[in-house]
């Protein structure tokens, strides 16, 4: 179990995380997210006793990280996977862990066996990759087999077999009772892997919750009906009645229809009273990355501009074709003719010539008019998902240097 | 376009590629998967001429990569964040690029703020944070303008936000008709982002498919049926001779892609359906389906469960000693 | 791939990087301040050296003894020019950006030799006239015969030192390498080489020891070299060539 009561760290004047209170729980999975810069990796060096919080506290089963009793095997911590003297092997980096923490050296090779190292086990760590490196991390973490574990960004780096690996691992730490805290920005693999939410936004608190609970709260589900493809009528059919009956409905790029605001049995009824056979009836939850990014807006430190994205991320209107690129033109940039004086030649020639697609400010002719500026970039994010009460605690933040994120420091 | 054609490349005795053949086409994007080690990497600095094939060729518009004159305006590569001087400014870094290639200043200024760099752009890259490096490798490949993008992992280190933008990037690249070609190793990132998807395992091609084919061809699919007549579909369906996986108190499993049969027959029998949604693995589980001889770090047995039992084990035992 | 272009964009990355800016300064402010302290402690020594000395005194050669440590920094500043593309990975992305490899690295070796000439010109010649100034009457002057070929030639020097730098950093593609070879090299082994008689014949063909004859203009006492001052510099020249060509075979052969 941790525990942060009202912990804020300040660096002079910028504040990094500020009076956070959560409880990470043993038993599940608990996903720690945020954009970058909002003190994940601050919060989690406090907890590991790295750095001091400048108020509040946080304890781990009842004391602070540096009072813990033979502190390495109660609590194990990925923290940056290069933090390793490259000079010496797997092995030996290991057996001094556990020499420090008296663990004895037979633990170090079945944690080896465990992340699958130990053919390099004797190899220098400076050669490893990436993957290899948070391998060897994770060793490191489950040396004294303790009960609290902390990954920050476990899945660095690793392969599809080992992303698999390391969710099941996590997972079953926690079915074991283990209290495991992760932090990541892979909303996808953490919709896969956790129970449980954190959500810190510039340093401050923005959800607790459980990721049903979370996704439920700040976006919507909907459901994919499809209908016979041959006749297209019995689709208008269904639109309609579904629409009448207070339902919102949107077509869907293989010719479905997207609905939101109605039951799935209710549904069924309206079709079955409008005469409409249906082929696809199918219930689906929203992304955990829409729910995230709906509560974490306005809260992000670092972003791109945010009109290149609005020309960027406009999905084609319906019915257009993506432009065909011309056969056997040799010419860099065909898709940006450049003006004919220059031939070719250098397609960045004139002034105001070369329309550059995703470098123009606002781009003309692409607002597609069905579309909402850029609260709905994707296909994928239902347009009409009801937007999420902005958490009111994100104003008074303080804005931060982007140079200064959190991975830099 | 890319064409790889028996491309080959040996170090001594170790075949890092073997013979691959595939071609990376024009207005789509074309995932590139596989485990560590098979050899990705390789095929991609192979592309880029950095690494020279042990035989076959690789050609990029019909044209080998030191043919192009210009490079920077064909096809720009996010191969390693890391590929940069850390002494150098965002801004000059780019610059260099620009100039080795005739590419005006100005461009270095637009992609800086495509890429969201435009408030760090004189600051040194080596306080840069992996998602801004990040960040910065983009920028580069974008900086010719071309038509072909090659992009290695391309989300590492960027944060949620970073992830929907890059993936959203690449649509839009491909939307208009350029060759984008992207490694991950995130399953499912890939499964948001490709619709293509070529396929190494051991330095072989394994399959080169669209996304839709790989995953039905490598993994088992069905439709799940809900309904509150749970018999008479029952039997409507065993009289068409269609055969039910699993079934609970309102829940049925069927073979198969059926969703279409299934809805014609409980019209045609008037049974009310709650929910008839067609089933399909994960990218991921055809991926491991597929790749599963040829992954080079395998973790122990792959079974957490049996190593964590193990691990408690041995957590008790010296506990008690 | 217009070579104007490699060489526009050559000028940008070694601009750009702090280390060009405090290498050079380095060679500058090292080979002025240790040539005028030497030329001076010399003046005050003068009346104490032995008649033979005496005759051998060269007030030119005098003021460039600080060369021998600041070409250290201008081994530093050939070194890092070529090695930090491959440390930092830059390397991949310049490649990508300029694949003909010939047209790269010579592109890059002459943008960094047209400054470390102009660098070691500026510095060859404040050196003399600094060194001079600190040698009072015993000072040489720029119209004396030999002079002015010896404080060209100092430039000349440096400059050929670094390239030499630059193409030993091609071959071994690492900059802890390169210097961890080149710095005992220049240091200690010429001089080692040059203290003992059996050795010396050898050790006045390396580049430093051949190269540095430009810069004297009296002879030693009893000087045997086999080269005069032109030929020094051709047989360092020739070392440069080599080391050059043996850069450009190893970019050309090896995978970046």
């Not at chain 2, 760099?117 to 990040?134: C, E, H, I």
């Not at chain 3, 005028?36 to 000395?53: R, T, V, W």
């Amino acid at each position: 179990m941790i525990e942060a009561v009202g912990l804020t760290k300040r660096y002079g004047d910028k504040t990094a995380v500020y009076n956070l209170s959560f409880q990470v729980r043993p038993g599940a999975v608990t996903g720690f997210l945020g954009p970058n810069g909002s003190g994940k990796s601050t919060t989690m060096r406090m907890i590991l006793g790295l750095d001091n919080p400048t108020s509040g506290r946080v304890t781990i089963g009842g004391y602070p990280y540096r009072k813990l009793p033979n502190a390495p095997r109660q609590v194990g911590a990925l923290i940056d996977a290069k933090a390793v003297h490259g000079g010496r092997s797997a092995r030996n980096h290991l057996l001094s862990l556990a020499q420090l923490s008296g663990i004895p050296a037979r633990r170090v090779d079945e944690v080896l066996g465990v992340v699958g190292l130990q053919d390099v086990a004797r190899k220098r760590s400076r050669g490893f990759s990436l993957g290899m490196g948070q391998r060897l991390g994770i060793a490191a973490a489950l040396l004294g087999d303790p009960q609290v574990l902390l990954f920050d960004e476990p899945v660095n780096g690793l392969d599809p077999e080992g992303i698999l690996w390391v969710r099941n691992l996590m997972k079953a730490l926690a079915a074991e009772g283990r209290t495991v805290f992760v932090s990541s920005h892979l909303m996808s693999e953490m919709a896969l892997t956790a129970d449980h939410l954190i959500v810190i936004g510039r340093g401050q608190l923005l959800a607790d919750m459980s990721v049903r609970d979370f996704i439920s709260a700040n976006s919507a589900g909907f459901a994919r009906v499809r209908t016979p493809d041959t006749e297209p009528h019995l689709r208008e059919k269904l639109s309609l009645a579904l629409t009448e009956a207070g339902g919102q409905v949107l077509p869907e790029q293989d010719g479905a229809l997207r609905v939101t605001g109605l039951a799935l049995p209710r549904i069924s009824d309206l079709a079955h009273e409008a005469g409409v056979r249906l082929w696809e009836l199918s219930p689906h939850q929203a992304s955990l990355e829409e729910a995230y990014m709906r509560m974490t807006q306005g809260v992000v430190d670092y972003r791109s501009t945010a009109d290149q994205k609005a020309g960027l991320q406009q999905p084609l209107p319906p019915g257009a074709q993506p432009p065909v690129p011309v056969p056997g033109q040799g010419q860099p940039g065909w898709y940006a003719p450049p003006p004919p004086q220059h031939a070719g030649a250098h397609p960045y020639g004139g002034p105001g010539a070369a329309p550059q697609p995703y470098a123009q400010p606002v781009p003309q002719g692409q607002a597609a008019p069905a579309q909402p500026p850029a609260g709905a970039p994707a296909p994928a994010v239902p347009a009409a998902a009801p937007a999420a009460s902005a958490p009111s605690s994100v104003s008074p933040a303080p804005v931060t240097d982007p140079t200064k994120s959190e991975d830099a420091r | 376009m890319i064409e790889l054609e028996g491309l080959t490349k040996r170090y001594g005795e170790k075949v890092a590629v073997n013979n691959l053949t595939f071609a990376v086409r024009p207005g789509i994007i074309t995932g590139f998967l596989g485990p560590n080690g098979a050899g990705k990497s390789t095929t991609m600095r192979m592309v880029l001429g950095l690494d020279r094939p042990t035989a076959g060729d690789v050609r990029i518009d019909g044209k080998h990569y030191d043919e192009l004159k210009d490079p920077l305006k064909y096809i720009g590569a996010l191969l390693d964040a890391k590929a940069v001087h850390g002494g150098r400014s965002a801004y000059h870094h780019l610059l260099c690029l620009a100039q080795a290639n005739g590419i005006p200043a100005k461009r270095v200024h637009e992609v800086l703020d495509v890429v969201g760099l435009t408030a760090v752009a004189k600051k040194k890259a080596k306080g840069f944070s992996l998602g801004m490096g990040q960040r910065l490798g983009i920028a580069a490949a974008l900086l010719g303008d071309p038509r072909i993008l090659m992009f290695d992992e391309p989300v590492n280190g960027l944060d949620p936000e970073g992830i929907h933008w890059i993936r959203n990037l690449m649509k839009a690249l491909a939307a208009q008709g350029r060759t984008v070609f992207v490694s991950s190793h995130l399953m499912s990132e890939m499964a948001l982002t490709a619709d293509h998807l070529v396929v190494i395992g051991q330095g072989r091609l394994l399959a080169d498919t669209s996304m839709a084919d790989f995953i039905a061809q490598n993994s088992r699919s069905y439709v799940r049926v809900r309904t509150p007549q749970r018999e008479q579909l029952l039997d409507v369906l065993h009289e068409a001779g269609i055969t039910v996986a699993g079934s609970g108190s309102e829940v049925l499993e069927v073979e198969g892609d059926k969703s279409e049969r299934i809805g014609e027959l409980a019209a045609q029998h008037r049974i009310v359906l709650h929910e008839l949604s067609p089933q399909q693995a994960s990218l991921e589980e055809a991926f491991m389906r597929l790749t599963a001889e040829s992954v080079e770090y395998h973790a122990h047995g792959g079974q957490p469960a049996g190593q964590q039992g193990a691990q408690q084990e041995w957590g008790a035992e010296w506990r008690r000693g | 791939m217009a070579m104007a272009q490699v060489v526009r964009s050559e000028w940008t990355k070694i601009r750009s990087v702090a280390s060009t800016v405090w290498t050079l300064s380095l060679a500058v402010v090292v080979t002025i301040a240790l040539g005028m302290l030497i030329s001076a402690l010399s003046k005050s020594e003068y009346d104490n050296m032995s008649a033979q000395d005496r005759l051998s005194f060269d007030p030119t050669f005098t003021s460039f003894a600080g060369t021998s440590l600041g070409q250290l920094a201008m081994i530093v500043f050939g070194v890092l020019v070529v090695a930090n593309e491959y440390s930092t990975g830059m390397i991949r992305t310049s490649l990508a950006a300029v694949p003909q490899r010939g047209a790269f690295l010579f592109g890059k070796i002459a943008v960094a030799t047209l400054l470390a000439l102009v660098v070691g010109m500026a510095t060859s010649f404040a050196a003399f006239f600094l060194g001079q100034a600190m040698l009072g009457d015993l000072k040489a002057s720029l119209g004396d015969p030999g002079v002015l070929r010896a404080v060209f030639g100092g430039g000349l020097y440096m400059t050929l030192i670094a390239m030499f730098s630059m193409g030993v950093a091609a071959m071994l593609r690492s900059p802890m390498l390169s210097l961890g070879i080149l710095m005992p090299f220049f240091f200690l082994i010429s001089s080692i080489l040059g203290a003992v008689d059996a050795t010396q014949k050898v050790g006045r063909f390396l580049p430093d020891q051949a190269g540095s004859k430009i810069m004297q203009v009296v002879p030693p006492v009893g000087d045997d070299t086999p080269y005069g001052p032109w030929g020094g510099l051709g047989i360092m020249v020739l070392w440069v060539v080599a080391a050059l060509i043996g850069g450009y075979v190893v970019l050309k052969r090896r995978d970046a």
